[in-house]
DNA sequence: ATTGTCCTTAACCGATCGGTTTATTAACTA
DNA sequence: TAGTTAATAAACCGATCGGTTAAGGACAAT
């Protein structure tokens, strides 16, 4: 399927009845009927996520006799989380390349918003 | 298309194309040609992608003559922060057997000063 | 052994996705 | 005036997605 666990992640997060399906679980643990339950759709469909998310190592399913326990597991939770905190790291650094590419491109002209933030250091393209 | 932001800002994401191209533009503003070419496919393609990035929120495109110069947009990416924050509390809140995972991750990721945008209330580890 | 419950698998459907090639629009250059 | 460059639009393609219905598969209850 997709093979990168990032794009996995993020694809699996992508949809709304599978977020709805996480905040439910961090709210403890459910079977698929119980998850199903609230969705006004089929319980195959509902299955299905729950597929995409157990491939995207978002959620575990415990067998217990003839219903399946569903549970969190977050790791790639985390990867997600770091990459938009990199991304977010070099979006904040970048200010200093937008008041750069301004200045480069128009002179003086432009009221260039000087935002609050101390911006960090100026790393070139890489 | 994807109606509802987050889940186009996470789909957005979900390919790896597009990642690569943000954290291009993090490194400074560039137009579609230069974006194009460290990828093997064509530029419709990276066209394409850009589109989608556009529609997300996450790409702004001025147009300077005949080129399209690309710059970072990243306010929905902070709606994606939150919820990946927000869902992380709940779930640290209900499994703390991985709090020290994540304590380690993270402590191992990033100097990275967390700073302004603060989602205030947080930093239960500090 | 039969029946019912919980869930998955299979087959199918239309829509979207990620890419292509081929035009087309817009702006620069000679 | 052409001709070239930068990027998008249009048409198309196979693959995947998100859903359905219908058919199992495994366990529980009687």
Redesign the pocket.
């Known amino acids: 399927?997709?093979h990168d666990p990032l794009s996995a992640t993020f694809?699996a997060l992508?949809?709304p009845?599978r977020r709805a399906i996480l905040e439910r679980l961090a709210g403890g643990d459910a079977?698929?009927?119980?998850l199903?339950e609230p969705f006004?759709?089929?319980?195959?469909?509902?299955?299905?996520?729950?597929?995409?998310l157990e491939r995207a190592g978002l959620v575990a399913?415990d067998?217990d006799?003839?219903?399946?326990n569903c549970r969190i597991t977050a790791t790639p939770l985390q990867s997600a989380t770091s990459w938009l905190e990199e991304y977010r790291r070099h979006w904040e650094a970048n200010l200093d390349h937008l008041d750069a590419y301004l200045t480069r491109l128009q002179g003086a002209a432009l009221p260039v918003r000087r935002t609050d933030i101390p911006t960090a250091e100026q790393e070139k393209k890489s």
Do not use: Y
């Not at 079977?31 to 119980?34: I, Q």
């Open positions: 399927m997709d694809a992508a949809d009845t079977t698929v009927g119980e199903a006004a759709m089929t319980l195959p469909a509902i299955s299905k996520h729950l597929s995409v399913k067998r006799g003839q219903r399946r």
